[in-house]
């Protein structure tokens, strides 16, 4: 990741995107923006939200199953579970 500009933080906490950076990734006016906070390495990554999914997608692909029947057999055992501590 490399510097691209330094903004100001406002009064209110407020930044200005330089608009050749709006330009760039098709920020309107009311577009939203998904912020994170990365304390471990004191950083701010702004993401636009129209590309997120673009960018989890396939994240936690697998995790259930890969296969329908691994997913059936995953959710069934799950469901079990409930009904055993209730």
């Known amino acids: 990741m490399k510097?691209?500009?330094?903004?100001r933080v406002g009064k209110k906490g407020q930044i200005v995107i330089p608009e050749y950076?709006?330009?760039?990734l098709k920020l309107e006016e009311n577009s939203?923006?998904?912020?994170?906070?990365?304390?471990?390495?004191?950083?701010v990554i702004l993401i636009p939200a129209n590309?997120?999914?673009s960018l989890t997608r396939g994240l936690i692909k697998?995790?259930?199953g890969n296969t329908r029947k691994e997913v059936d057999r995953y959710i069934k055992k799950?469901?079990?579970?409930?009904?055993?501590?209730y």
């Open 3 to 7: 510097l691209i500009n330094s903004v």
């Open 21 to 24: 950076i709006r330009r760039s």
């Open 32 to 43: 939203i923006l998904s912020i994170y906070l990365d304390s471990d390495e004191d950083k």
């Open 51 to 53: 590309k997120l999914g």
């Open 62 to 64: 697998g995790v259930w």
């Open 78 to 85: 799950e469901r079990e579970s409930w009904n055993r501590n």
